[in-house]
Nanobody, 115 residues
């Protein structure tokens, strides 16, 4: 069993920054791809950013140049630095870990960007 615990969400004005963190625990005997997904109000959950074990990253077009995903493998933690936030970035952000073809999710952390 894998547990993912997120932190760092909150309310911020447009143009501001937030940093999300997610720590994995449980049956983690090795390293796995991790990422962040966003569920905007009234929409389905969609990819925001992912990072492989070898630190290759992938971003949604809407966040390129503003968000940065990183990880600390020693701590089993993935981060999402979000800069120049826009109201359309509002949503619940979920941490994801892919282990042997299975997706594990955190409980989500709310990010609200006011205009």
């Amino acid at each position: 069993q894998v547990q993912l615990v997120e932190s760092g969400g909150g309310l911020v004005q447009a143009g501001g920054s937030l940093r999300l963190s997610c720590t994995a625990s449980g049956s983690i005997f090795g390293l796995y791809p991790m990422g962040w997904y966003r569920r905007a109000p009234g929409k389905q959950r969609e990819l925001t950013a992912t990072i492989t074990v070898n630190l290759n990253t992938n971003y949604a077009d809407s966040v390129k140049g503003r968000f940065t995903i990183s990880r600390d493998n020693a701590k089993n933690t993935v981060y999402l630095q979000m800069n120049s936030l826009k109201p359309e970035d509002t949503g619940v952000y979920y941490c994801n870990l892919k282990k042997w073809g299975i997706d594990y999710w955190g409980q989500g952390t709310q990010v609200t960007v006011s205009s």
